[in-house]
C-alpha cells in the first residue's frame, strides 16, 4: 500500500519535539503540525496564527496533505485566512534582475574525497536507502529492501531569504522533503541515473568490500557528475548555496547530503566555483558528500 507522502511523514519525525514553536522567525506551515502533533491545544495554535507573523506556504498539494495528516479544519481555515491578509496588506515582490543583466553562476564539479580513498566517479548508489536514520525520519518502511530508491540528482540552491519564491515547496523537486530540505530557491537540478547490476560494473567490487554491515543490493543507480552546473542569479548580490545529492524514493525526492557556501557575490561578467561530489563504502554503508572549493573567476 502507498503510504502518505509529505505532511504526514513529518509526524513521525516531530513527534518527540517540544510544545513550543520557535518564536525567532515567521511561524509556518511546519511549526503549526509540530505544535499539532505534540499535543498543544487547538486554540493556543490559533493564538500563534492570529498574533505571530506567519509565512504559509499553501498550495493545493500542501492543504491535501496537512487534511490527511489530521490537521483541525479550524486550524487549516486560520493559516488561510492569515496568508490571504499578508498577501494583501505585503509590498510587491522584490524585482528580479533585468532582461541582460542577470550573470550566470558557474559551478565546476570534480570526483573529490575527505579521505584517502578515491571516490566513485560517477556517482554509484544502491538501490535501496541504506541509512536507517534518514528512512524513519522520512517515515519509510523496513526491511531496507522496501526503501526503492528509483532516481538520483545534484542539486544547486540558494537559501538567501529574499531570493526564495512564494509557495517555494512548489517551485523545486524537493519540497516534499520535509526534514532535510532547507527553505530555497532552485538553481540547477541535474537527475537521470541509470539502473545497473552490480555484477556488470567493476568498480562495485571495491566499494562492495567496504560496504560492512549492509547486504550488498543486487541494483545499483549510476549518474554521471557533469562537468559544470549553471545558472542564472542576480549580479552584486549575496547568494547562501547549498549542493547536494538527492534520490527519489516513494516518488519522493529526499535530500541525502549537503555542503553550504554563504555569500557568493557574482561579478556581471560570471563567476565559477569549485566544487566536489563522491560516493564511496563506509563501515555505516555508504559514505556520500559534496565540498564546496575555492572560487575564481569566469574565463
Known amino acids: 500500500m502507498r503510504r502518505t507522502v509529505g505532511i504526514a511523514l513529518l509526524l513521525a519525525a516531530v513527534a518527540a519535539l517540544a510544545l513550543a514553536a520557535d518564536t525567532a522567525g515567521p511561524l509556518t506551515v511546519e511549526d503549526v503540525v509540530r505544535m499539532s502533533v505534540a499535543g498543544r491545544p487547538s486554540e493556543e495554535i490559533l493564538h500563534e496564527i492570529r498574533s505571530r507573523e506567519v509565512d504559509f506556504d499553501l498550495g493545493p498539494e500542501m492543504l491535501r496533505e496537512l487534511r490527511i495528516a489530521g490537521i483541525p479544519e479550524p486550524l487549516i481555515e486560520a493559516m488561510l485566512e492569515r ?176 555542503a553550504e557556501r554563504d555569500g557568493i557575490v557574482v561579478t556581471p561578467a560570471g563567476d565559477e566555483i569549485a566544487a566536489a561530489v563522491w560516493c564511496r563504502g563506509s563501515a555505516r554503508g555508504v559514505d556520500l558528500g559534496a565540498r564546496f572549493g575555492a572560487t575564481t573567476e569566469a574565463p
Do not use: M, N, Y
Request: charged letters at 25%.
Open 83 to 258: 496568508r490571504a491578509a499578508r498577501q494583501e496588506s505585503a509590498p510587491g515582490p522584490v524585482a528580479a534582475a533585468p532582461a541582460g543583466t542577470a550573470a550566470t553562476l558557474t559551478v565546476r564539479l570534480r570526483p573529490g574525497s575527505d579521505g584517502d580513498e578515491a571516490p566513485t566517479d560517477p556517482l554509484l548508489l544502491p538501490a535501496v536507502l541504506l541509512d536507517d536514520t534518514l528512512a524513519a525520519e522520512h517515515g519509510f518502511g523496513a526491511p531496507a529492501a522496501e526503501r526503492g530508491i528509483t532516481d538520483v540528482a545534484l542539486f544547486l540552491l540558494c537559501r538567501t531569504p529574499d531570493h526564495v519564491p512564494d509557495h517555494w515547496r512548489g517551485e523545486t523537486p524537493l519540497g516534499r522533503d520535509f526534514v532535510l530540505a532547507p527553505r530555497h530557491r532552485l538553481l540547477a537540478f541535474h537527475a537521470g541515473a541509470e539502473r545497473v547490476a552490480a555484477a556488470e560494473i567493476g568498480k562495485l567490487q571495491a566499494l562492495a568490500a567496504r560496504l560492512r554491515g549492509a547486504e550488498l543490493p543486487d541494483e545499483f543507480l549510476r549518474l554521471p557528475v557533469p562537468e559544470l552546473l549553471t545558472s542564472s542569479v542576480e549580479p552584486d548580490l549575496a547568494h547562501d548555496l547549498v549542493l547536494g545529492i538527492a534520490a527519489l524514493v516513494e516518488e519522493r525526492w529526499i535530500v541525502l547530503t549537503t
